[in-house]
């Protein structure tokens, strides 16, 4: 198994593209140990000393590192994945749905459909390209709150990236959209 590496905006992650499914559908975060319960391979992955968070897209793995530096971690990464894609086991032990949208009470409104919308059309694709994932969290009094995940989460053009890319898209788009925040 080959398994190609990209780097990403935030420094402290790196992509990795094991060339086959990961997710089938949705993404997964994990921003510690602790939440790793239910992956086998992330808990591979946090056994690793220096991982600090895993990330699932559809086609790839972010991990977050804390300040050690990438040349110890990242051939420890890619010796775990393969070994973890080589067992055969699913990448998550229960068929929990991925999280696609943090706060779900009640139908939509219209226009929280259209942020979403765009969201899931314009700004996701976009994000995953980096190894990241923006999920809707909430719309009031005219802001819009998303969650940050994978290498967004952290990432230092991250506050550049919600006000001068997402909050102008969605205040183009959208008149009632005001702002747009990290939760």
Same mark, same amino acid.
């Given at each position: 198994?080959?398994? #190609? ?6 420094? !402290?992650?790196? $992509?990795?593209?094991p060339g086959r499914d990961?997710? =089938?559908? &949705? ?5 510690? /140990? ?7 391979? /992330?808990?591979?992955?946090? !056994?690793?000393?220096?991982?600090? &968070?895993?990330?699932? *897209? =559809? ?12 040349? *110890? +971690? $990242?051939?420890?990464?890619?010796? /775990? ?11 998550? /032990?229960? !068929? =929990?749905?991925?999280? @696609?949208? !943090?706060?779900?009470? &009640? ?6 459909? #259209?942020?979403?919308?765009? +969201? ?8 995953? #390209?980096? &190894? ?9 009094? *005219?802001?819009?709150? +998303?969650?940050? #995940?994978?290498? %967004? =989460?952290? %990432? ?5 990236? +919600? $006000? ?17 925040? @990290?939760?």
């Open positions: 198994m080959f398994i #190609q590496t990209e780097s990403t905006p935030n420094p !402290a992650t790196l $992509k990795f593209l990961v997710m =089938a559908a &949705g993404t997964v975060n994990f921003p510690n /140990a602790d939440a790793a319960g239910r992956s086998p391979l /992330a808990k591979r992955l946090f !056994a690793i000393d220096g991982v600090v &968070g895993v990330f699932f *897209g =559809a086609d790839f793995v972010t991990v977050t590192k804390d300040e050690s530096g990438w040349d *110890g +971690l $990242k051939p420890a990464i890619l010796g /775990a994945i393969v070994e973890f894609f080589a067992s055969g086991e699913p990448v998550l /032990a229960d !068929a =929990a749905p991925a999280a @696609a949208e !943090a706060k779900a009470e &009640g139908p939509d409104s219209e226009i929280v459909e #259209q942020i979403k919308e765009l +969201l899931e059309t314009r700004v996701r694709p976009a994000v995953a #390209q980096d &190894g990241g994932d923006i999920v809707f969290h909430d719309f009031e009094d *005219g802001v819009v709150y +998303l969650h940050m #995940q994978g290498s %967004c =989460a952290g %990432c230092p053009s991250s506050t550049a990236t +919600l $006000k001068s890319g997402i909050e102008n898209m969605l205040r183009h788009y959208i008149p009632e959209v005001t702002e747009v925040r @990290a939760v």
